[in-house]
């Protein structure tokens, strides 16, 4: 960074809470963008759940939240509901940013219903993300690229979503798993995506199965795809 570029940053100060429950992620997120001194990016407070989450945020009142949608407690959408008057501070309100592995419609869905100001993917850049982190600040929505048409699609219709009784059965982290599933990944790398042990992505598959009175993986990968959640 130039000195020019660092001059810049001292002008630009954001306090930022990293909510996630894997805390080597969190590490690699602070090194990315904690030097403050050159990014102007200051974290305040980390969180591995959704308890801790609300204490933290509650306590330091950061100006942006960096979220995580799957978390112990209830997950993103749990911290966002808790922290509503929080946002809704008519002065210095606290913004949500969801970082996410997950690039699911309904997981987007939920945390923007929720309040949150955008949502990126966890293979975002450094830079972007400093620079993602301070246009929330500033009240803009951000999203990863092709997420934004989620919403866009959500919210132009006035038509409420048809219920799926049979998706309505598995849990956040085992939709996430059976997409995955779909879209041909081996357990070892969905064990790496979801930063879990390959027996848990055997659990959750043989749980997707049992609940959906399925047999494989080709006939789960058929379910999906007919219900375009691949």
């Given at each position: 960074?130039t000195?020019e570029?660092?001059?810049?940053?001292?002008r630009r100060?954001?306090?930022?809470?990293?909510?996630?429950?894997?805390?080597?992620?969190?590490?690699?997120v602070?090194?990315?963008?904690?030097d403050?001194?050159?990014?102007?990016?200051?974290?305040v407070?980390?969180?591995?759940d959704?308890?801790?989450?609300?204490t933290?945020?509650?306590?330091?009142r950061?100006?942006?939240?960096?979220?995580?949608?799957?978390?112990?407690?209830?997950?993103?959408?749990?911290?966002?509901?808790?922290?509503?008057?929080l946002m809704?501070?008519?002065?210095?309100p606290?913004?949500?940013?969801?970082?996410?592995?997950?690039d699911?419609?309904?997981?987007?869905?939920?945390?923007?219903?929720?309040?949150a100001?955008?949502?990126?993917?966890?293979?975002?850049?450094?830079?972007?993300?400093?620079?993602?982190?301070?246009r929330?600040?500033?009240g803009?929505?951000?999203f990863?690229?092709?997420?934004?048409?989620?919403?866009?699609?959500?919210?132009?219709?006035?038509?409420?979503?048809?219920?799926?009784?049979?998706l309505?059965?598995l849990?956040?982290?085992?939709?996430?798993?059976?997409?995955?599933?779909?879209r041909?990944?081996?357990?070892?790398?969905?064990?790496?995506?979801?930063?879990?042990s390959?027996?848990t992505?055997?659990?959750?598959?043989?749980?997707?199965?049992?609940?959906?009175?399925?047999?494989?993986?080709?006939?789960?990968?058929?379910?999906?795809?007919?219900?375009r959640?691949?």
């Open positions: 960074m000195t570029e660092t001059e810049g940053a001292a100060h954001v306090r930022v809470v990293l909510v996630d429950d894997h805390r080597m992620f969190r590490t690699g602070q090194a990315e963008i904690g403050t001194a050159a990014t102007g990016v200051e974290v407070g980390e969180a591995a959704v308890d801790q989450a609300v933290v945020i509650t306590a330091t950061p100006d942006v939240v960096l979220l995580d949608v799957h978390l112990p407690g209830g997950g993103g959408v749990e911290v966002l509901r808790r922290s509503a008057p809704a501070a008519q002065e210095a606290v913004r949500f940013l969801a970082l996410s592995v997950s699911a419609a309904d997981d987007v869905i939920g945390v923007i219903r929720g309040g100001r955008g949502y990126v993917t966890k293979t975002i850049t450094g830079t972007d993300l400093i620079d993602a982190i301070f929330v600040k500033d803009d929505a951000v990863s690229p092709r997420l934004a048409g989620f919403v866009l699609d959500a919210f132009a219709s006035t038509d409420a979503p048809p219920v799926d009784e049979d309505d059965r849990t956040q982290r085992e939709r996430e798993v059976l997409r995955l599933i779909a041909g990944y081996a357990y070892k790398e969905i064990a790496k995506q979801l930063f879990i390959v027996k992505v055997e659990s959750h598959v043989s749980a997707v199965l049992r609940k959906l009175q399925l047999s494989n993986r080709h006939e789960l990968t058929r379910w999906a795809t007919a219900r959640l691949v």
